[in-house]
């Protein structure tokens, strides 16, 4: 599907000898369409998958994790030691995903991209992000079909594609983000305060808005959901997720993560003004 980004400039070379691998900005340039290549396959399924690294300890958000400075550093500092030839350890840097119908493979040595579809010879299709099960042993009775069977994980509900999940998500929270953006500057939110707690902490770098409509941001909150989902029914209106932060003279910001429902205290006597649904506009 993507050939690989480079090759090596010398024989048998560590990472130095791959103009990719030259600094963060080269890599983060070629991993950036393999990361959406396989994104996009994953998500269009009938059930989709969200892809995390394999490699990196923690990854949210794969499309923006893969190219980023953490996973560059991870895979030189861990995987492609100086002196160690690539080569060599390539084909151990693949990560795979098995679906009903094919599966796709990326390599993070140099972001080639490989898809299959249909179901190969003799092998079982797996579930999503599960590595294939090799066929059992025969038994003293004569073969696989005489061992006592083992139950199964019920199987997973279908749920709407992930593009699709996505743009709904955006279309629901666009107006908050964007408040939630212009009410931090007008409140004087300093910029080291500016964290997502759905995102653990993270820092919103790239803008609040535009964190806030990011799929990772996204796939955070899809995880919090499934976490919470017994919850979902409560007449009391559903699973909250909220957030504060604190602006200059005492003013405070508020977001709920779920609902979209901003709110806000602009002067010291606790005066407040809100948006109680998201979309709504507020003064």
């Known amino acids: 599907t993507l050939p690989p980004a480079s090759v090596a400039m010398r ?13 963060r900005g080269a890599f983060k340039a070629a991993m950036t369409e393999p990361a959406r290549r396989v994104c996009s396959i994953l998500e269009k399924l009938s059930v989709p998958i969200w892809p995390e690294c394999n490699i990196c300890d923690r990854c949210r958000g794969y499309e923006e994790h893969l190219p980023a400075d953490k996973h560059f550093r991870c895979l030189i500092e861990k995987h ?38 249909g179901r190969p010879p003799m092998l079982a299709v797996t579930a999503p992000n599960s590595e294939p099960q090799a066929e059992p042993p025969p038994t003293a009775a004569g073969g696989p079909q005489d061992a006592p ?23 629901h929270l666009a ?34 808005r535009d964190h806030l409509l990011s799929r990772s941001h996204f ?38 993560h779920l609902s979209g429902e901003v709110t806000w205290s602009a002067n010291e006597e606790g005066h407040r003004e809100a948006t109680s649904a998201p979309g709504a506009s507020g003064s």
């Open 219 to 256: 796939m955070n909150i899809d995880s919090h959901l499934e976490n919470i989902a017994a919850d979902l029914s409560e007449p009391s209106g559903g699973p909250r997720l909220k957030q504060k932060w604190k602006g200059l003279q005492g003013a405070e910001l508020e977001l709920d």
């Open 175 to 208: 107006p908050a983000a964007a408040q939630v953006e212009s009410r931090m500057e007008l409140l004087g939110v300093p910029a080291a305060d500016r964290t997502c707690r759905a995102c653990r902490g993270e820092a919103m770098r790239e803008g609040v």
């Open 11 to 23: 024989l048998r070379g560590d990472w130095s000898a791959y103009p990719h691998l030259s600094s």
């Open 149 to 171: 069977s083992t139950p199964t994980a019920a199987p997973a509900l279908p749920r709407p594609s992930g593009a699709l999940s996505l743009w709904l998500w955006r279309k």
């Open 80 to 117: 492609l030691v100086t002196g160690l030839v690539v080569e060599d350890v390539r084909e151990q840097l693949w990560q795979a995903w098995e679906f009903p119908g094919g599966a796709v493979r990326i390599n993070y040595v140099d972001g080639e991209v490989q898809e299959r579809r």
